[in-house]
C-alpha cells in the first residue's frame, strides 16, 4: 500500500514539472516573437509612410508645376494672338485641365473674388465656393498655398483648393487656384497604403484633417485632438496608447515638401499583431495539448493505482461479506470440493445437522459424514438398509441435480438442494421448509374452508331476497340468482352464463309477467349506466302498480352488478308515510301540521270573499279518565269513534283535525258569524256527548268548545286566532264542561289569573304551605268524639285563606292533586298517631287520585312513616269515582282496605246513589250527605230518605253518619232515623291538631258530652 502511494507521489511530481516547463518555455518563446512581430509592424509602418509622403509630394508637385506654368503659357498666347482675352485663357486652361488628372478644375481669380477664367464653364456670377479673402499664398514669394478642404456645392464632394499668385500680359496681379477632389487624393493614397487596420491623413500643422483613408466625413475639416503630426514628424513609428473609447495603436508622421501638410500613418497595434496572435495560439494549442497529455497520464497512471488498491480493497470485503453472508443465510449452506470433502459451511447447516455437528469438520469425507450422522440418528426416515439408503445418496450428490426434502429428528424439513460448478465443487442449500409444508397443509384447510364459502355463497347468493344479475363488459350473463328468474319469471335456460343481456330482456317479455314497456325502461336506463361506468338507482313501474327498484353498480372491467328488489309493499307504506306526515294516523283527519296550513288559506280566503273565519277548539271531557281506567285501546277506539262523528255531523266543506291527544279543531267559513259558530259548537256537542259502544262497554264523555273568530274588518294571524281559541277552551272547561265558550277579552285576564293560581300553588308545595284542620265526629250513642274528618287549608302569604272550592279542581286538573293528596295523608297520619288510640282519622281521596294504583303505594307510605294502626284510617270515597270502570275500581278498594283502613262512601245522595255500589265495593261507612240532614226539619221526605239510608246501612252492616249537623232540631231527627254517628258546626267547627287534642281531653275527660262539644263549637 505504501509503495503504491509512493508511485503516485512520484508520478504527480514528475507531471507538474514537466508542466510548469512547458508553460516556462511558451511564455519566453511568446515573449520574444511578439516583440519581433511589434518591430516588423513598425518598419512596415514606416515604409509605407514614405511611400505616401512620396506620392502626396509628386500630386501637390504636379498642380503647382501646373500652376507656375500658367503665367508662361498665357505669355506666349498674348505674342502670337495679340492681348489676352478671357475666353481665350478659358480655352487654354480646359486645355491644361484635360490634359492632367491631379485637379478638377483650374482657375484664374481676381483679388476681389470674380473668376476671370476657367477650365470649366461657369456664369461670372458664380463664385468661388471658397472666401477670396481666405485665398493665401505660401509662405515664400511664388509659393503654393492649400487652402480648404471646401464642400464644392456644385458636385457635393469635398476638395482642396491649391492657390498661387500670377502675374499677365496686361493684366493686374492674379491667383492661379487649383480644385484637388479629396477622392482623387484617397484614390492616390489608397494605391500608395491601403492595408487592414491602416489609415492614412493628410493633416495641417495644427492637426486639422484634410483628408483620410478611410475616408471620414464626419471629421474632415475638423481640428483632430490627437492629430499624430504633433507627436513625431521624423517618420519613425511610435507607439500611440489606446483612449478609454479606442484601442491601441502604431503611429508615423512625416512631413510633406509643403511644410503645412503632414501625412500621418496609424495601424491597430492588434491588427499589426494578427500573424502573431495565430502564431500564439497554435503554440498555446500545442502546449495545453502537451499539458492535456501529462495530466492524462498522471491521471491515468493515478486511476490505474487506485483501481489497483480498490480491487485490493474489494477482495477483501467480498471476502468478508462473503463470510458474513453465508453465516446470515436463512439457509443452511455447505461446499463440497471435487473430492467430497468439506471445503466450508455455515452456522445454520450445523444447527439443522445438530445431531451429526461433531463430524461436520472442514476435509471431512461426504460419505464418511452421511454414514456417522445415520449413525446418531440425524436421519430419522432412512429404513432399515442403511446401506442402500447410503448408496442411493450418494449417487443422487456426485449427480447433483435436483432437489429432496428430508425429514430431521426434531420434526423439522428442510429441502437439499445441490449444484455442481465448473471446477468440480459442490455447493449446497439446506432450506427450512416446514413453514412451507404448514402453510401448503393451512393452504389445503383454505382450499376445503373456501369451497365450503363458495357453497354458502351458494346458497346465500340464491336465498336472497333481492334479484341480483352480473355481467361482463360484453353484456354476457356471469351470474344471477334464484329470486332474480323469480322476480321475472325465467328458467335457468334463460340465464345461464354467457348469455347475452338483451336476450335475457327478450326472455323477461316473453314470460308476461311484465309489461314490455317496463322491461324496455329497465333496459334503457341500465344500458345508460353502464355506458356511463356510474353507479345508479331508480325504479319502475307497471300500470297495476307493482314497482321494482333497480340498483346498478359498474365492474373495473366495464360490466355490471345490478340488484333488483321488488318495492311495491315498500311504496304503498312510503304513500302512507306521506299520508301520515299530514295526517293523524288513528282518526284519519289532518292533524296539526296540514290543519295549520289549511288555516292559513282559510284567513286568506276569508279576507278576499268578505267572510268570517270561525275556529272551535274541542277537548274531550273525561278522556283521561277513560284511558286510564279502560286503557288506551278503548281509548283510542273512543278517539276514532270521535273522529267518525265529527266528519259525518259536520260534512266535507268543514276542515276538521286532531291536534293531538283528545284536542281536536274545526274550521269554516261563513258570512253568519257569530250564530253559524254557536250552532256548530252545539252540534258538535250533542254529536259527541251520546254514549259510545265500545268493546262491549257504554262509555260516555262530553266535550267542551272553545271558538275564536276572525272577520274581514279584524285581521288576524293564525297564531293569534289558535291561541283565542285555546283561551276560548279553558274558558268552557272552566264554566263546568260540556259547554261552547266564544273568546272574549276578558277571557284572556281571567286564563292569567288561572294560571298565576297555578303557579301560586306548585310553589305552595313546595313551601309546604298547606295546613290540616280537623272536624270532629260524634259517636252518638256513646255522647263522645270517635274521629275526626282531616280538612286542607291554604294560608296564602297575599291572598289569605284560599277555599278549597278554588284551588282543589284545578290541582285535579293540573294532576297536582296527587302531591297535595299525599301530603294529607302523610300529616293526618302523623296528626292521628298523637291522638287516643281509640279515635279514627278521615281523609278525602279525591276521584283523580283513584285512577291510578299510586294510591296505594301513597297510603302505605303514610301508614309506614307514621306508625298508625291502619284500623283507624277512614279513607273517604264520592260516587263521582264509582262511574269509573268499576272492576278496576273494585280491585283497587279492595287492596286499600287489605291495607287495614276503613274505606266510606262520602255525600251518598248526591251522585247517581246506584245501589249496586252498596253490593259490589266493601265499604264500611255511610255518610249522608248534608243537603239530606238540613232540610229534614222542613222536608218530610228528607226525614224518609236519611232513615233509609240508616236502614240500609244498618241491614248491610255499615255505620250511618250524618253530615251537615248545624241545629238541635237536626241533631235529634238524626238521633230518632238512628243515625250513629254525626258531624257539623253543632258538634264541632274544623280545628288545628293541638285544639282537637284539647277538644278530647275535655276539661281532664277523655269522653266529652255532646252539649260540652256543642258549647266548645
Not at 498666347?77 to 492632367?100: I, K, P
Not at 497512471?301 to 446470515?328: D, G
Not at 254557536?678 to 265500545?694: K, T, V
Not at 229534614?936 to 226525614?943: A, G
Request: hydrophobic content about 45%; overall charge negative; charged content about 25%.
Amino acid at each position: 500500500m505504501n509503495k503504491g502511494r509512493r508511485l503516485a507521489t512520484s508520478v504527480t511530481l514528475v507531471a507538474g514539472l514537466l508542466s510548469v516547463t512547458l508553460l516556462g518555455g511558451a511564455t519566453l518563446v511568446l515573449e520574444k516573437t511578439w516583440h519581433t512581430a511589434h518591430r516588423s509592424a513598425e518598419v512596415s509602418l514606416e515604409r509605407t509612410a514614405r511611400v505616401v509622403e512620396s506620392t502626396v509630394n509628386r500630386q501637390l508637385l504636379q498642380v503647382d508645376i501646373a500652376l507656375a506654368s500658367l503665367p508662361t503659357l498665357i505669355t506666349a498666347l498674348s505674342r502670337s494672338n495679340g492681348d489676352v482675352t478671357s475666353e481665350a485663357a478659358n480655352r487654354l486652361l480646359r486645355g491644361l485641365n484635360f490634359q492632367a488628372y491631379a485637379f478638377r478644375d483650374i482657375l484664374l481669380v481676381r483679388p476681389d473674388g470674380t473668376v476671370w477664367a476657367s477650365a470649366r464653364p461657369r456664369p461670372r456670377s458664380r463664385a468661388l465656393p471658397i472666401n477670396p479673402g481666405e485665398l493665401s499664398t505660401g509662405p515664400g514669394t511664388g509659393a503654393i498655398a492649400v487652402n480648404g478642404p471646401v464642400r464644392n456645392p456644385l458636385t457635393g464632394e469635398w476638395a482642396l483648393f491649391l492657390s498661387r499668385p500670377v502675374s499677365l500680359p496686361g493684366a493686374d496681379t492674379l491667383l492661379a487656384v487649383a480644385e484637388v477632389p479629396l477622392s482623387t487624393l484617397g484614390t492616390l493614397l489608397a494605391e500608395a497604403g491601403e492595408a487592414p487596420g491602416l489609415r492614412v491623413m493628410l493633416e495641417r500643422d495644427d492637426g486639422t484633417l484634410l483628408a483620410s483613408l478611410p475616408h471620414d466625413e464626419l471629421q474632415i475639416g475638423k481640428v483632430q485632438p490627437a492629430a499624430i503630426g504633433r507627436l513625431s514628424r521624423d517618420g519613425t513609428a511610435v507607439e500611440v496608447p489606446g483612449t478609454p473609447a479606442g484601442t491601441p495603436m502604431i503611429a508615423a508622421a512625416r512631413p510633406s515638401l509643403y511644410k503645412d501638410i503632414t501625412v500621418a500613418l496609424t495601424l491597430e497595434t492588434a491588427t499589426a499583431m494578427t500573424d502573431w496572435k495565430r502564431d500564439r495560439d497554435r503554440l498555446l494549442a500545442v502546449v495545453l495539448l502537451a499539458e492535456i497529455l501529462v495530466l492524462a497520464s498522471a491521471g491515468a497512471l493515478h486511476a490505474a493505482f487506485r483501481r489497483q488498491r480498490r480491487l485490493e480493497r474489494e477482495r477483501a470485503v467480498a471476502s468478508t461479506r462473503l463470510e458474513n453472508a453465508i453465516e446470515a443465510m436463512s439457509d443452511g449452506f455447505v461446499m463440497w470440493d471435487a473430492d467430497d470433502r468439506l471445503v466450508t459451511c455455515n452456522q445454520k447447516y450445523r444447527e439443522l445437522y445438530a445431531v451429526s455437528a461433531p463430524v461436520i469438520q472442514v476435509g471431512a469425507h461426504f460419505e464418511d459424514v452421511l454414514r456417522q450422522g445415520a449413525a446418531l440418528g440425524q436421519y430419522p426416515n432412512i429404513g432399515s438398509d442403511v446401506e442402500a439408503w447410503l448408496d442411493h445418496m450418494i449417487g443422487w450428490h456426485r449427480e447433483s441435480q435436483g432437489s429432496m426434502e428430508r425429514l430431521l429428528p426434531d420434526g423439522r424439513w428442510v429441502l437439499i438442494t445441490e449444484r455442481r460448478t465448473a471446477s468440480g465443487e459442490i455447493v449446497g442449500t439446506r432450506t427450512d421448509i416446514t413453514p412451507i409444508k404448514t402453510a401448503l397443509s393451512d393452504l389445503e384447510a383454505a382450499n376445503e374452508r373456501a369451497r365450503h364459502q363458495n357453497r354458502l355463497f351458494d346458497a346465500a347468493l340464491n336465498n336472497m331476497s333481492h334479484g341480483l344479475l352480473m355481467a361482463d363488459a360484453g353484456r354476457h350473463v356471469i351470474v344471477c340468482n334464484r329470486r332474480f328468474m323469480e322476480l321475472f319469471g325465467l328458467a335457468e335456460a334463460d340465464v345461464a352464463p354467457g348469455t347475452h343481456v338483451a336476450e335475457v330482456y327478450r326472455a323477461i317479455v316473453a314470460r308476461g309477467i311484465w309489461e314490455a314497456g317496463t322491461v324496455d325502461d329497465i333496459r334503457r336506463r341500465q344500458e345508460d349506466l353502464t355506458l356511463a361506468q356510474r353507479n345508479g338507482t331508480f325504479k319502475t313501474s307497471d300500470a297495476d302498480g307493482a314497482t321494482l327498484s333497480i340498483t346498478q353498480r359498474p365492474m373495473d372491467d366495464g360490466g355490471f352488478v345490478a340488484i333488483y328488489e321488488d318495492v311495491t309493499e315498500q311504496q304503498h307504506a312510503e304513500s302512507r308515510i306521506r299520508f301520515l306526515a299530514h295526517h293523524d294516523p288513528l282518526t284519519r283527519l289532518p292533524n296539526r301540521i296540514l290543519f295549520r296550513s289549511r288555516l292559513e288559506e282559510m284567513l286568506h280566503a276569508s279576507r278576499t270573499r268578505g267572510q268570517g273565519l270561525a275556529l272551535l277548539y274541542l277537548d274531550l271531557d273525561k278522556f283521561k279518565d277513560v284511558n286510564d281506567t279502560l286503557g288506551h285501546p278503548v281509548g283510542d277506539a273512543l278517539l276514532e269513534a270521535v273522529g267518525n262523528r265529527l266528519r259525518a255531523c259536520l260534512g266535507d266543506s268543514i276542515i276538521v283535525a286532531r291536534l293531538g291527544g283528545d284536542e281536536f279543531a274545526v274550521a269554516c267559513l261563513s258570512p253568519d258569524l257569530p250564530a253559524e259558530a254557536a250552532r256548530l259548537g252545539e252540534r258538535i256537542i250533542a254529536s259527541l256527548s251520546a254514549p259510545y259502544g265500545l268493546d262491549g262497554r257504554q262509555v260516555t264523555v262530553g266535550v267542551s268548545v272553545g271558538i275564536a273568530m276572525a272577520t274581514p274588518d279584524i285581521a288576524l294571524d293564525a297564531d293569534t286566532l289558535l291561541k283565542n281559541a285555546d283561551m276560548a277552551l279553558y274558558e268552557a272547561k272552566a264554566s263546568g264542561r260540556g259547554v261552547s265558550r266564544f273568546f272574549e277579552p276578558g277571557i284572556e285576564s281571567k286564563l292569567y289569573a288561572r294560571l298565576e293560581l297555578e303557579r301560586d300553588l306548585r310553589a305552595a308545595l313546595a313551601a309546604e304551605q298547606f295546613e290540616l284542620a280537623y272536624q270532629p265526629v260524634f259517636d252518638l250513642v256513646a255522647d263522645r268524639v270517635c274521629g275526626f274528618e282531616a280538612l286542607i287549608r291554604w294560608p296564602h302569604p297575599e291572598r289569605g285563606l284560599v277555599s278549597p272550592a278554588e284551588f282543589i279542581p284545578l290541582a285535579e286538573e293540573t294532576e297536582l292533586i296527587g302531591e297535595i293528596g299525599a301530603f294529607v295523608l302523610n300529616r293526618a297520619c302523623a296528626d292521628a298517631a298523637r291522638l287516643p288510640g281509640d279515635v279514627r282519622i278521615a281523609v278525602n281521596l279525591s276521584p283523580v287520585q283513584l285512577r291510578t294504583d299510586d294510591i296505594v303505594d301513597a297510603v302505605a307510605s303514610a301508614l309506614q312513616r307514621s306508625g298508625l294502626d291502619p284500623r283507624r284510617l277512614e279513607l273517604e270515597i264520592t260516587e263521582s269515582a264509582l262511574l269509573e270502570d268499576n272492576e278496576r275500581i273494585a280491585t283497587l278498594l279492595e287492596r286499600l282496605r287489605g291495607l287495614g283502613t276503613r274505606l266510606v262512601l262520602d255525600d251518598f245522595g248526591t251522585g247517581y246513589s246506584s245501589l249496586s255500589y252498596l253490593r259490589r265495593f266493601p265499604f264500611d261507612k255511610i255518610k249522608i250527605d248534608q243537603s239530606f240532614v238540613r232540610e229534614m226539619t222542613t222536608r218530610s221526605n228528607c226525614v224518609a230518605i236519611v232513615g233509609a239510608v240508616v236502614g240500609l246501612a244498618d241491614e248491610l252492616g255499615m255505620t250511618a253518619t250524618a253530615e251537615g249537623v248545624e241545629t238541635a232540631d237536626q241533631l235529634d231527627l238524626v238521633r230518632q232515623v238512628g243515625c250513629l254517628e254525626a258531624q257539623g258546626y253543632l258538634l264541632g267547627r274544623p280545628k288545628p291538631i293541638l285544639a282537637a287534642f284539647e277538644l278530647l281531653r275535655g276539661a281532664g275527660s277523655a269522653k266529652p258530652t255532646l252539649p260540652l262539644a256543642a258549647v266548645g263549637s
